[in-house]
T-cell receptor, first 112, second 113 residues
């Protein structure tokens, strides 16, 4: 079983609308959680990184939240733009090793 | 632009062949990571090098090998290629051996026919 589960698998939203992506993880002990944006055929680009003590972090129209007790994170996209069409990948790092656990991504398509 | 470069951008080859993918990390980064991303699959960690030495190993097949050279660039060698090896191969780099912040390259798309 994957240590990082993301939902929904795919999402279509209208330009200008908001959306929220979910990430549940079982990685333990927890070190940090990051959200990446990956455009089709390109390398992932970091959006946010949160450690255990942080429960929210913003990067422009992207806001990530973290609940380390329930092992859940969300990524909220505000006032979506066509350029937000991408895969959003949740990545969790365990304390004490260099391994990262990757979710399969939320595929977001923004339509005009 | 992440500062990580990968060559070639695209590679088409036949089953049974051997290929080498190249990665140059960001200036100053000592760690290099290799990932495989198949169609509709998440990123799969293959292997990590830190300052020339292997640091961590993931789901890397025995037909695959990698190395990091003194100038810190890295190469991923894929041999006895199979159709299922067709994928995007990403290299990422970070400043230290800890994986706190990784910067990804643009990837190499490998197609095995």
């Amino acid at each position: 079983k994957n240590q990082v589960e993301q939902s929904p698998q795919s999402l279509i939203i209208l330009e200008g609308k908001n959306c929220t992506l979910q990430c549940n993880y079982t990685v333990s002990p927890f070190s940090n959680l990051r959200w990446y944006k990956q455009d089709t055929g390109r390398g992932p680009v970091s959006l946010t990184i949160m450690t255990f003590s942080e429960n929210t972090k913003s990067n422009g129209r992207y806001t990530a939240t973290l609940d380390a007790d329930t092992k859940q994170s969300s990524l909220h996209i505000t006032a979506s733009q066509l350029s937000d069409s991408a895969s959003y990948i949740c990545v969790v790092s365990a304390r004490g090793n260099n391994r990262l656990a990757f979710g399969k991504g939320n595929q977001v398509v923004v339509i005009p | 632009d992440s500062g990580v470069t990968q060559t070639p951008k695209h590679l088409i080859t036949a089953t049974g062949q051997r290929v080498t993918l190249r990665c140059s990390p960001r200036s100053g980064d000592l760690s290099v990571y290799w990932y495989q991303q198949s169609l509709d699959q998440g990123l799969q960690f293959l292997i990590q090098y830190y300052n020339g030495e292997e640091r961590a190993k993931g789901n890397i097949l025995e037909r695959f090998s990698a190395q990091q050279f003194p100038d810190l660039h890295s190469e991923l060698n894929l041999s006895s290629l199979e159709l299922g090896d067709s994928a995007l191969y990403f290299c990422a780099s970070s400043a230290t051996s800890g994986s706190f912040e990784q910067f990804f390259g643009p990837g190499t798309r490998l197609t095995v026919l």
